[in-house]
C-alpha cells in the first residue's frame, strides 16, 4: 500500500487531503509541525511527503533542506499559501518535485502524486555500499554482516550510511549531526554518542573507532574478524574502549519517547 505523509499545521486541509487520498487508495499519515515531518520522512515509511511551507517548530524550506543533506530521495510536493516566485524558486532549488498553491483542485493535485509517484518507478537505483563485510542497501534500506541481516532503526541507518559514504575518514561530532539529525537540530551532540554505542552494539566495537578529541571513523574489517566482533558485541561485552554501557552513557539518560522506529535500545532522543 503506497504510503503519503501529509505535513499541515491547518487541521482543516489536512484532514481535506487525508479524506481525498484515502479514497483514491492511499494510506496517510498527518503531522502538523516541521521537526515531526522531518522526523517521518526520514523513516523511510513513506513513498512521497505533501508538504506545507508555514509551519511551527520548523518551516517547510528547512525541512526540504535537511532531507535534501541527509539523501532521503523521498518525492516532496509542497502545497501551500505562499505564492510568491522567491518561495517557489527556493522551494525548487532546495529540492521539491513539484510546487501547488493554496488555494487548490483537489483533482489537480491527485494527478500530480500520482505523476511522482509513477517518476519513482524504474529509477536507476543506488549501488549496495560494500566496507569490508558490512553491506547497506541504500534502496532497500537492509543492513548485513557476512550475508547476516542487522535490524537497524531508521536514525541507525541514516548513521550507518554517512559513516560508510565516509568509510576510513575521520568524522566529527558536529558532522553527523548534522548529517543524521539536519542543521537546524538543537539538542545536544552527546546524542551522536549514544547512537554510535548502538550501532557499536550491532555491527561490532571494533567497526566505529573514536578518535579522541576529533570523532568517529568506520573501518572495513575482513570477514573473520568482523563475524567474530559484531557476535561479541551481542554479550556482555568485548573489552574493546567504548564497548561496553558506563552509566553515564544509558539510554535511560536521555530525554524523549521510546523510539518510534522501534529501537532495542529503549529510547529515541528528544528534539530529533
Known amino acids: 500500500m503506497t504510503r503519503i505523509l501529509i505535513a499541515d499545521d491547518e487541521p482543516r486541509i489536512a484532514a ?20 515531526k515531518a522531518l522526523d517521518y520522512a526520514t523513516s523511510g515509511e513513506y513513498d512521497l511527503l505533501i ?18 543533506a541527509m539523501h532521503t530521495t523521498v518525492p516532496v510536493i509542497v502545497l501551500t499559501a505562499a505564492d510568491s516566485l522567491e518561495n517557489t524558486v527556493a522551494a525548487l ?11 487548490f483542485r483537489f483533482e489537480e493535485l491527485l494527478s500530480r502524486v500520482k505523476l511522482r509517484l ?19 542497501d541504500v534502496n532497500l534500506r537492509t543492513a548485513e554482516i557476512g550475508g547476516r541481516v542487522i535490524d537497524l532503526s531508521a536514525r541507525e541507518f ?11 575518514r575521520v568524522l566529527s561530532r558536529e558532522q553527523l549531526l548534522s548529517r543524521v539529525w539536519g542543521y537546524h537540530f538543537e539538542g545536544s551532540s ?45 554479550g556482555t561485552g568485548t573489552g574493546i574502549e567504548g564497548s561496553k554501557d558506563e552509566p553515564g552513557d544509558q539510554p535511560n539518560d536521555l530525554p524523549g519517547n521510546r523510539d518510534r522506529n522501534g529501537d532495542p535500545n529503549g529510547q529515541e532522543p528528544a528534539a530529533v
Not at 508538504?51 to 535534501?68: F, K, Q, S
Not at 566495537?205 to 571513523?217: H, K, L, P, S
Open 190 to 234: 552527546n546524542v551522536v554518542d549514544v547512537y554510535v554505542r548502538y550501532l557499536r552494539h550491532k555491527l561490532g566495537a571494533e567497526r566505529i573507532q573514536t578518535i579522541r578529541g576529533v570523532g568517529y571513523r568506520l573501518m572495513c574489517m575482513p570477514a573473520p574478524l568482523a563475524d567474530t566482533r559484531a557476535g561479541e558485541a551481542f
Open 158 to 168: 541514516v548513521m550507518a550510511r554517512t559513516f560508510m559514504e565516509n568509510a576510513g
Open 118 to 136: 509513477r517518476g519513482t518507478q524504474g529509477v536507476t537505483t543506488t549501488p549496495a555500499l560494500v566496507c569490508g563485510d558490512l553491506t547497506l
Open 51 to 68: 508538504l506545507d511551507i508555514g509551519m511551527p517548530r520548523m518551516d517547510g524550506l528547512a525541512v526540504l533542506r535537511n532531507l535534501r
Open 16 to 35: 481535506f487531503l487525508a479524506k481525498g487520498l484515502t479514497a483514491a487508495g492511499y494510506t496517510t499519515t498527518q503531522v502538523s509541525d516541521g521537526v
Open 93 to 103: 532549488d532546495g529540492g521539491a518535485d513539484d510546487y501547488m498553491t493554496k488555494p
